[in-house]
């Protein structure tokens, strides 16, 4: 009798946990508590940052995932409707201080609007055709929201989300630099300093510096002991892809010409450090010579620290 009732026990035990891992197959380790299917964006916290690496040819990109939320217990198949909405980055931008330029129509697309969810097929990706440098300056988002769902919800948590778009070349990223700037006025002539500055892509061999602290596109310079950010000068770095030797540009519409010809400086980037030697100015009178009285002339070391 003993054993009849340890085997009848061995059997009930099996049962009850074979029946739970079938339930976990589906659900993972999260107990169903909604027998209410809900559908939402994959990224509850409703933001997320998608990074291209830079070209001027339309890619398709995988953004997140439209999905039943993991809790909901599902018996039917959902048809989902999703838009893009420039509505969603501005509401973001107000709620969180934030700056995105929204990105519409027709500079991105969806690959696809519509979705069809089941308890078979809970999850499927949302991806965008768009052409990396039409979005590769400034700080720009696309924002989407669900539309609709037959036989469901929309979820009031996850229902929308912002994509911070950043692109990106092999020279995109956190730098340390070592600088020194050359002013006739400035004592004692060449001032060094040191900062740390991103360099954000602006074409396939061009990045564009940077400066955190100022919160913007400069080139910080120690002037009589203070450093400071040249608000009329965008320096804009080009690496040649065959001799590694590098340009400085100034980007600041209508501003002072950049010259990257300092006598005896090899203006260039070292691809097995990753580092960017660069030396520029302006004033040169006559043509790129120095000349103390009137120069003005930065000498970058700018050193990879890591992505941004």
Known sequence: MRSVTSKLFFLLFAAAFLSSCKKNVVFGD?????????VEFSEVSGFKSVAMDYTSNQVTVDITDIRYMIRSEVSKESAVKIVISTN??????TANGTNYTPVGVPLFSLENDQFTLSPSERSQPVRIRIKPSD?????????????????????????????A??????????????GAFYHPTSSPGYDPFTIEVEMHTTGPNSVKMYVPDFGGYYHPGLFGGVLNAFGSQEPEYTVNSVTNAVTVQNAFPG?????????????????????????FGYNYSPGPTFNPATNREWTDVLTYIGPR
């Open 255 to 279: 501003a002072v010409t950049f010259y990257t010809m300092a006598p005896g400086f090899n203006s260039r980037y070292d691809p097995a450090t990753k580092t960017i030697y660069a030396k």
């Open 88 to 93: 969603v980055v501005n509401d973001y931008n």
């Open 30 to 38: 999260v107990a169903i508590n909604t027998f209410r299917p809900i």
């Open 135 to 163: 979005v590769a300056i400034g700080e720009n988002a696309i924002g989407i929201s669900i539309f609709e769902v037959t036989n469901g919800e929309i979820s009031q948590i996850a229902g929308k989300l912002v994509i």
């Open 165 to 178: 778009l950043s692109v990106k070349n092999q020279y995109d990223g956190v730098y340390s630099l070592d």
